[in-house]
């Protein structure tokens, strides 16, 4: 079974950009659909952003449509998250997850399962 590794969270200030990862231990099948979820304190979980490995055809929330980019390489078994334009709000932890042998990606976080430890992403004014 695939395991995944989150990395890249940190602290910075707004406008600022932070680039995630999401390292998978085995090797991503092409019907595969890996997210980008977020949790701040005190709230629901919430999905950014999705990618189906096997066309690349991609979901972003509204509130991070043209600031944050989903994107893949396959040659590091690797999915990416480029924040850009942060804001304070954005502020929370940071998990990526993966549905297998699926044809199309789900924006609930129920219909993944399995999940990385998270990173924190902490965004200041």
């Known amino acids: 079974q695939v395991q995944l590794v989150e990395s890249g969270g940190g602290s910075v200030q707004a406008g600022g950009s932070l680039r995630l990862s999401c390292a998978a231990s085995?090797?991503?099948?092409?019907?595969?659909?890996i997210g980008w979820f977020r949790q701040a304190p005190g709230k629901a979980r919430e999905t950014i952003a999705t990618i189906y490995t096997g066309g690349g055809d991609t979901y972003y929330a509204d509130d991070v449509k043209e600031r944050f980019t989903i994107s893949q390489d396959n040659s590091k078994n690797t999915i990416y998250l480029q924040m850009n334009s942060l804001k304070p709000e954005d502020t929370a932890m940071y998990y990526c997850?993966?549905?297998?042998?699926?044809?199309?990606?789900?924006?609930?976080?129920?219909?993944?399962?399995?999940w990385g430890q998270g990173t924190q992403v902490t965004v200041s004014s």
């Open positions: 997850a993966a549905a297998s042998r699926v044809t199309r990606c789900s924006i609930f976080a129920r219909d993944y399962n399995v």
């Open positions: 085995g090797f991503i099948s092409s019907n595969n659909c």
